[in-house]
């Protein structure tokens, strides 16, 4: 079993719509968790940390539910420049090391 | 803000030919990483340097070695490259605290025929 598994997608979502996605994790020692956008040919870039209590960037919204071992990520009303994949990564309490899921990826059309 | 930088951007190898993947920050972070991505594999650690003059195996490590030239840089060097050895790299920094995220390069792309 991958340490960090994510739904590979894609998922075509209209303009405007709502899209959300999961990502599990396996190692429940697991400390700090983060999702990065990577656009096609680019490097990942961070989008957002996510937090115990969930967070909110904007159109972003992430959850963390520590009993079952999952992350998930909402995006609102989306955008075409939302296109591209959402990497969620994930760090142990011992070390520095992140820890990357396959991605998942959204294409949002008009 | 240059970031992280890597050089070159392409590259096309022979087998058993040999190369340097360059890496620098300008963030004075302490800890850098070397990944490789694969299509439907996503990116796995090949060394890390956790601060200078430390290096670390990562989950791939084999077929490559790293210099931690100073606290800017981090090189990856592929003794005899193989054609398993096509794939994007790239290169992050980070404070290497697990709370904090990484910064990464714009990739290499390497081709091993």
């Known amino acids: 079993r991958k340490e960090v598994e994510q739904d590979p997608g894609p998922f075509n979502v209209p303009e405007g719509a709502t899209v959300a996605f999961n990502c599990t994790y396996s190692?429940?020692?697991?400390?700090?968790f983060f999702w990065y956008r990577q656009d096609c040919r680019k490097e990942p870039k961070l989008l957002m940390s996510v937090y115990s209590s969930g967070n909110e960037d904007g159109r972003f919204t992430a959850q963390l539910n520590r009993a079952s071992q999952y992350i998930s990520l909402l995006i609102r009303d989306s955008k075409l420049s939302d296109s591209a994949t959402y990497l969620c990564?994930?760090?142990?309490?011992?070390?520095?090391?992140?820890?990357f899921g396959g991605g998942t990826r959204v294409l949002v059309k008009p | 803000n240059a970031g992280v930088t890597q050089t070159p951007k392409f590259q096309v190898l022979k087998t058993g030919q040999s190369m340097t993947l360059q890496c620098a920050q300008d963030m004075n972070h302490n800890s850098m990483y070397w990944y490789r991505q694969d299509p439907g594999m996503g990116l796995r650690l090949i060394y890390y340097?956790?601060?200078?003059?430390t290096t670390d195996k990562g989950e791939v490590p084999n077929g490559y070695n790293v210099s931690r030239l100073n606290k800017r840089e981090f090189s990856l060097r592929l003794e005899s490259a193989a054609p398993s050895q096509t794939s994007v790299y790239f290169c992050?920094?980070?404070w290497g605290l697990g709370n904090q995220p990484q910064h990464f390069g714009d990739g290499t792309r390497l081709s091993i025929l």
């Open positions: 992050a920094s980070g």
């Open positions: 340097s956790a601060s200078e003059g």
């Open positions: 190692n429940s020692a697991s400390q700090s």
């Open positions: 990564v994930v760090t142990q309490a011992a070390g520095n090391k992140l820890t």
